[in-house]
């Protein structure tokens, strides 16, 4: 990856060299020092190759020794792409107006959308989406005139049947999340008691109580199975007034049993590994094909043009099928086969260890990704381990994310007045 880049910030040629003494060529060619990219055989006694613009010059003198033609088939690189702009400067000026506007556009808000983080039962997404109008976020709005903390204050004021709302800007678009206020239920309180529990090792990023009682705050760290939000609701106890005592003063309220609720959002680790060949295999098309036309009906099929095997050692088939129409409930049992192969030429490319090592950590992003679960925000990826061996690259990759890591988890055997907490 990153020799295409210097090779575009450089320039490059692409060139198609032919004739009898392409070998004398290219032995004459790195012996002087120059080096070739991409290199691939075109046909019998033509090879075409990429190579940097500097040593354009040193070619053709060492095509002229060797007897051979050097034809340039195309130009790249900004080298080229500058020229060419030169002689153009409206579509330089254009560009530059279209970069211009993009940015302007960018920094804009162009839609809002309202994304509950629970089931809403009593306010509807739309009334939510007028009063963050009133409040100035619409559509039209510049990012930096938003005060996004005093957008969720006048939301949260304007709707009192919210527990929690938050205003972010992704792009062009603004989301707010909010969180409806649910109240426990008289059977929630005596029937079904619960906490919320750590679903994964985390470190705690944010956290929001809707019943029950916070056993952890933003920064903790916590570890699988640790309880987050407590089922059982310990009563404050008041202070001691002078003058009582005996059994009055020992006498305490029972703990209160609830069905925690609420989200807890943790900052979570996970690994995964790459593994990547040195030596890596690229098929392409060679621009010829082959066409074999079969009939067949049962048990038996005959070629009626072509051959059914492909002519080519390496191939690609692209197979259709043509049924005859039938008549009511019987249909004919022939089909006509359209068999068409493409020759491929395998070409061989040796990777340094940097490109095999991005090739790797690539695949091992690829399936991290696979294994998030839904709504998870990815915060960063870091490499952490690279070895060789073998002609394999392997790597080792720590992705970084903010997920909700709560998971409720039932209090059975407990009667209203004995703690269970653990």
């Not at 020229?83 to 960018?106: C, D, E, I, N």
């Not at 990547?276 to 079969?294: D, N, Y």
């Not at 191939?315 to 039938?326: F, M, N, S, V």
Request: charged fraction near 30%; charge should be positive.
């Amino acid at each position: 990856m990153w020799q295409d880049w210097m090779a575009f910030l450089e320039g490059y040629l692409i060139i198609r060299v032919e004739g009898e003494g392409v070998e004398n060529f290219f032995n004459l060619a790195l012996e002087r020092g120059m080096a070739f990219d991409d290199l691939h055989q075109y046909g019998e006694g033509s090879v075409i190759a990429r190579i940097p613009l500097r040593h354009l010059r040193s070619l053709r003198r060492a095509a002229r020794e060797s007897g051979c033609s050097l034809r340039i088939l195309d130009k790249r690189g900004i080298y080229f792409w500058w020229r060419r702009l030169r002689r153009r400067p409206m579509l330089l000026l254009g560009a530059l107006v279209f970069v211009a506007g993009l940015y302007l556009l960018s920094s804009f808000v162009w839609t809002v959308d309202v994304e509950p983080l629970n089931e809403l039962k009593k306010v509807e997404p739309p009334r939510i989406a007028d009063v963050a109008r009133e409040a100035g976020l619409r559509p039209g709005t510049l990012k930096g005139n938003l005060d996004l903390r005093s957008l969720e204050h006048y939301i949260l004021l304007k709707i009192p049947e919210l527990a929690w709302a938050g205003v972010s800007l992704r792009g062009t678009r603004a989301v707010v999340e909010v969180v409806e206020k649910t109240l426990p239920d008289r059977e929630g309180d005596s029937g079904s008691p619960a906490h919320i529990i750590a679903a994964k090792d985390a470190i705690i990023s944010e956290i929001l109580v809707l019943s029950g009682q916070g056993r952890v705050g933003v920064g903790d760290t916590v570890r699988r199975g640790d309880i987050l939000i407590s089922g059982i609701v310990l009563p404050s106890i008041p202070p001691e007034q002078p003058g009582t005592g005996g059994e009055e003063a020992r006498r305490q309220p029972a703990p209160r049993l609830v069905r925690a609720r609420g989200i807890v959002r943790g900052r979570v680790w996970y690994e995964g590994r790459g593994e990547v060949s040195k030596v890596q295999t690229k098929e392409h098309l060679t621009g010829r094909r082959s066409t074999a036309v079969i009939l067949r009906y049962p048990n038996r099929q005959v070629v009626l043009k072509g051959s059914a095997v492909s002519p080519y050692s390496h191939y690609r088939r692209e197979e259709r099928i043509i049924r005859l129409p039938g008549w009511r409930n019987f249909a004919l049992p022939v089909e006509l086969i359209i068999m068409t192969y493409y020759e491929t030429a395998v070409e061989h490319l040796r990777l340094t260890v940097e490109e095999a090592e991005e090739k790797a950590r690539e695949q091992a992003l690829a399936v991290l990704r696979q294994q998030l679960p839904p709504r998870v925000r990815v915060l960063g990826t870091k490499t952490v381990e690279v070895t060789e061996e073998g002609g394999r690259v392997r790597v080792k990759v720590i992705l970084e994310a903010e997920e909700d890591i709560g998971k409720e988890a039932r209090l059975t055997g407990l009667k209203p007045g004995q703690d269970g907490a653990p």
